[in-house]
């Protein structure tokens, strides 16, 4: 039997690991729970190629996934398989064969981040690995004056770290969405790009936040960008806030 490419799509609780990607010394992160599974699930060991990194306490909804694999079952039944093997704050929810030339990184046109901010006082306590509890009132409108302006093609140097920016070829992005809207007490960001830098996101949800609470103005949003300077934006946002929605193929 030849080898079949299958396609993951995997949701998590991401307060337990140490991100998605796998690490040395016994750091336990998402993606050993999930290779661990599978190889318990199939009799065999394989390497997952993800669609991207989530940070320590990042969660997902749709994080993707792909390996190949020379296994007698089939693939609508392999998330239930794989899923038996894992702990509840994990889950596939999804698993399909596709083509050869499919790669969860290399294929992804577009990732869609989304962090949720509570702005009240009373944070249900369900709520609370999920959110970033944000007291102070926040003006929606200035807030997305500045989001818009953060939309298309730039260098997002002034929004990641640095020390990690300077190992990459460039720290240009498209962004193609920045939208933030309020429901009730929460205040919601909705980012997407073509990638991410590390930070990115949380970094530009704390900038944001000082726009709101009127420490930046929204006009000063290209000057930050322009700077290149980690230091010219606001503070990073925690990560709990932080869940991956979906990828676009």
Same mark, same amino acid.
């Given at each position: ?46 390497? /997952?190629? =993800?669609?991207?990194?989530?940070? &320590? ?7 993707? @996934?792909? +390996?190949? !694999? ?69 003006? /929606?409108? =200035?807030?997305?004056?500045?989001? &818009? ?7 997002? @140097?002034? +929004?990641? !770290? ?84 979906w990828v676009r193929y």
């Amino acid at each position: 039997m030849g080898l079949k490419n299958i396609k993951l799509t995997i949701t998590y609780d991401g307060t337990a690991y140490h991100g998605w990607q796998r690490q040395r010394y016994g750091i336990i992160t998402v993606q050993e729970m999930v290779e661990t599974a599978i190889s318990r699930a199939l009799g065999q060991s394989v390497t /997952l190629r =993800a669609s991207g990194r989530t940070d &320590t306490g990042v969660h997902a909804l749709g994080q993707v @996934a792909n +390996f190949s !694999t020379d296994t007698p079952i089939p693939a609508q039944r392999m998330h239930r398989v794989i899923t038996k093997y894992l702990p509840d704050d994990i889950r596939v929810i999804r698993a399909e064969e596709v083509g050869d030339d499919f790669d969860a990184t290399l294929s992804a046109r577009s990732k869609l981040y989304r962090y949720t901010v509570f702005n009240d006082y009373e944070i249900p306590l369900a709520e609370k690995k999920y959110c970033y509890q944000y007291y102070y009132p926040c003006n /929606l409108d =200035a807030m997305q004056k500045a989001a &818009t302006q953060l939309i298309g093609e730039h260098d997002f @140097a002034s +929004f990641t !770290t640095f020390s990690l920016a300077n190992k990459r070829k460039t720290t240009v992005r498209d962004l193609l969405r920045c939208q933030v809207w309020r429901k009730f007490h929460y205040i919601y960001f909705d980012t997407e790009a073509t990638g991410f830098l590390y930070h990115m996101v949380r970094n530009i949800v704390g900038t944001l936040l000082d726009v709101g609470r009127g420490r930046i103005s929204p006009d000063q949003i290209p000057d930050i960008l322009r700077a290149c300077d980690r230091s010219a934006a606001g503070p990073m946002a925690p990560a709990q806030g932080l869940c991956l929605r979906w990828v676009r193929y």
